[in-house]
């Protein structure tokens, strides 16, 4: 399976009417794991790189709920990037993917939902790491 198969961008149902725009995600459902942890990115800008991680147990979707940002999706073979630019779609990140967060506009809120709890120690802070693991894990 390509990358961009392993990490579907995926398209919310928009149940909004004359009075606005709702978009629901539900763990499980539209997101393909259980919801752990929610948190959300801004007040970054169009300096700054985050994530710049890879995760051993983690998922992840992300979801630009107001504003901008792209990001960069690697598995050291393939590359591709995501433009983050509409509240009613998200980006799937499963497991040992490496990805790059950048582009934000000024009023980019980048929400991210997790399949876990935080912890530290499951995250490849060093991409030279991540190579080598991989490359391990391939053969
Ligand atoms: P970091 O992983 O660098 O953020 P990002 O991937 O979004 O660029 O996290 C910044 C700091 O926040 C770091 O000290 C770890 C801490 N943190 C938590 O304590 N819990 C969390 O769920 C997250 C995402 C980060």
Redesign the pocket.
């Known amino acids: 399976m390509s990358l961009k198969d392993r990490c579907p961008v995926i398209q919310f149902n928009d149940l909004g009417d004359e009075r606005g725009k709702l978009v629901v995600v539900e763990g499980g459902q539209s997101i393909p794991f259980d919801i752990q ?1 929610v ?1 959300y ?1 801004y007040e970054s800008d169009d300096t700054v790189v ?4 890879a995760n051993r147990e983690s998922e992840f979707v992300l979801i630009n709920v107001a504003g901008k940002s792209k990001v960069r999706i690697t598995d050291t073979h393939e590359e591709f990037i995501v433009n983050l630019d509409q509240p009613m779609i998200g980006v799937y990140i499963p497991k040992m993917v490496w990805k790059d ?1 950048y582009d934000f506009s000024s009023d980019s809120v980048l929400l ?1 939902l ?1 399949s876990t709890h ?1 912890d ?1 120690n499951e ?1 490849i802070r060093d991409y030279e790491d991540y190579k080598e693991i991989m490359r391990r894990e391939a053969k």
Request: positive net charge; aromatic residues 24%; without cysteine.
């Open positions: 942890r948190f990115i985050r994530g710049q991680h967060m991210v997790a935080y530290g995250y």
